[in-house]
């Protein structure tokens, strides 16, 4: 019984923590992910440096402290971040990827390959396994395009092409990022999973092309409370089953039923509620829970810095080459005579720095690898530590390079609203001049 | 009429009966810009959002309650996964055309639908509107002031004046 009343206390502590330090950190505009993680490794490391008893607060798992009250914390952050994909699927408008050009294609595919390969490489070099290689490389993957629409927003410049190609790539970025993390945590052979692969897609086609219109009919008809919803959740569970039973990758399965349910205005209505279940209790908590699990000794040992320089350095420079290169190639679609120009040189860099943030899924890709077994538990703090760096310098970095690679365009966008300023300064005058001559 | 008669009456009429002409209908193009948009809401909840005049082809719709998203700096909103389409309507943010504002994929039901059905769909998804389209083509809409109106009217104590 007591223990159940300090799992009660420390979810209590984690949530309230979380939307302060959320709040916190969004003051600064910076992702209110930071805060939350931040509360999270306070409260953790107040176990770890016995502060406090883990009995107290059994959000901590692992070297010893694991217990039957921290598998439901786990398992409750499990559901966060099920509900995070989740809604991030259902809020995506899937037309944004109807409208995806040329450049935002091949750009997002070597902003994500890029930094892939290059970690994958630079962490066998320094002695990793080949699979876990790959999982430190998925997690550079993702951008987390909320910090760069924000900062596009103030410099007002989200409407230019780049901005537009910006949004765009997000999309599929995250897309990409989801499902390579399949590879990294499925099991069997190749072409074994490859086909598990294809059988999902065509499941979820199946039901996005012929039965969730039934379905969700079939929920209207229940008439109970909230029957849309238990029976969309309910569906969504159904669907991370499966991806969890084929890819040991439960959130894939979350993705895809949110994509299916977007196309539905039915389900979009759901966004309320299920923001109300997700930002409410479930998502907070499991950035608290993954804040919770960097243990600070961690840095004693000096493989965790080096894994976070060099993790972070992939981090921006692939996805700045990666990305950048990716559109600069194409020429935004002006011909070859654009390709040398130094516009084409300068929308290109745009496009790959504003590709540098990652928040959310980099984090969710992380705890997927080691559940999924992917990066093992004696190497989980050096890669959650280097995880939680690189996306700390990712976000701190990437606005004042957005303004230094935009700067050109703040000031045209000054001058046209001074002289706009001017314009309506002398329409005015004439105005009084008109009327003073007609007194 | 009685009260329960004049309810049992309303709830089997067919929504192609009662709702409005287009003609009437708060309509906007998908690049129309937000301050017309503004103009409209000024005197109704919603705005609906088609691709052109011409074929109708309904895009989304923008309620009343989204102005504050409209009217909020960029600042104000949460960049957070599942929280930015919210964000993109922000007038300050770049803003400009009906459909950056519009909330695509709104909620429909058919002109043969009766005010019941209506009603149901309303109460389970807690809006006050719905789009009447026939093979995604607006042809009129269906809102709790439409009934209301119709009820008075089968009441014989208050006049529809969209319909006189």
Not at chain 1, 159 to 181: H, N, P, Q, R
Not at chain 2, 47 to 60: A, F, N, Q, T, Y
């Amino acid at each position: 019984m007591e223990t159940v009343t300090w799992l009660l206390f420390a979810l209590g502590v984690s949530l309230i923590l979380a939307k302060m330090g959320d709040s916190l950190i969004e003051r600064f505009e910076l992702p209110g992910v930071l805060g939350e993680l931040l509360m999270g490794m306070i409260l953790g490391n107040l176990v770890y440096f016995g502060i406090v008893a883990p009995q107290y607060l059994p959000i901590v798992s692992g070297q010893g402290f694991t217990t039957d009250m921290t598998a439901v914390a786990n398992f409750l952050a499990k559901l966060g971040i099920i509900f995070l994909l989740f809604l991030g699927a259902l809020d995506t408008d899937i037309n944004q990827l109807k409208r995806t050009g040329v450049t935002a294609t091949v750009s997002t595919v070597l902003g994500v390959f890029v930094p892939l390969l290059l970690a994958w490489f630079a962490l066998m070099k320094m002695g990793y396994p080949s699979r876990e290689a790959f999982a430190g490389g998925v997690l550079l993957t993702a951008t987390s395009i909320g910090l760069t629409v924000r900062v596009m927003m103030d410099l007002g410049v989200l409407k230019s092409e780049v901005g537009a190609a910006s949004l765009s790539a997000s999309v599929m970025d995250d897309f990409l990022g989801i499902a390579l993390v399949i590879f990294a945590v499925g099991s069997g052979s190749l072409v074994e999973l490859s086909l598990k692969i294809v059988a999902f897609f065509l499941i979820t086609g199946v039901v996005w092309w012929f039965l969730v219109d039934y379905y969700i009919e079939f929920a209207e008809r229940l008439h109970v409370e909230k029957g849309i919803l238990g029976m969309a959740i309910g569906m969504m569970f159904l669907f991370a089953a499966l991806a969890e039973g084929w890819f040991a990758a439960a959130i894939e399965g979350a993705f895809m039923m949110g994509l299916v349910l977007s196309k539905l205005p039915e389900g979009k209505r759901l966004m309320e509620d299920l923001r109300a279940i997700g930002y409410g209790l479930l998502i907070p908590f499991f950035f608290v829970h993954t804040g919770a699990m960097l243990n600070l000794t961690v840095f004693e040992n000096a493989n965790a810095l080096v894994l976070a320089a060099v993790m972070s350095t992939i981090a921006v420079v692939g996805k700045v080459i990666g990305r950048g290169f990716g559109a600069w190639i194409t020429a935004w679609g002006r011909g070859r005579s654009f390709l040398f120009a130094k516009e084409n040189f300068w929308m290109s860099l745009q496009m790959g720095i504003g590709s540098v943030p990652r928040t959310e899924v980099a984090l969710v890709d992380l705890m997927v690898a080691i559940h999924g077994g992917a990066i093992p538990s004696k190497d989980a703090p050096e890669f959650i530590a280097a995880t939680l760096i690189f996306i700390t310098v990712s976000v701190l970095i990437t606005p004042p390079l957005l303004k230094w690679a935009f700067r050109r365009e703040i000031e045209e966008n000054k001058s046209l609203k001074a002289a706009r300023k001017m314009e309506q300064i002398k329409a005015t005058k004439e105005r009084i001049k008109e009327v003073k001559e007609r007194g | 009429m009685e009260i329960e008669s004049a309810i049992e009456t309303l709830n089997s009429l067919k929504i192609s009966s009662i709702m409005p002409r287009i003609e009437t209908m708060p309509v906007v193009t998908a690049q129309s810009d937000i301050l017309s948009v503004l103009k409209i809401l000024r005197t109704r909840h919603h705005v609906w959002v088609v691709s052109d005049r011409d074929s109708m082809e309904l895009l989304g719709v923008i309620r009343y309650l989204d102005v504050v998203d409209i009217l909020l700096p960029p600042e104000a909103h949460r960049f957070k996964l599942g929280m930015t389409s919210r964000t993109m309507k922000s007038l300050l943010g770049g803003a400009a055309k009906a459909v950056d504002v519009a909330e695509p994929n709104p909620l429909s039901i058919g002109g043969d639908a009766t005010v019941l059905d209506a009603l149901m769909k309303m109460r389970k998804y807690r809006v006050q509107v719905l789009a009447v389209v026939d093979e995604g083509r607006l042809i009129g809409e269906i809102s709790l002031r439409i009934v209301i109106d119709e009820l008075l009217r089968l009441l014989r104590v208050g006049g529809a004046s969209w319909r006189q």
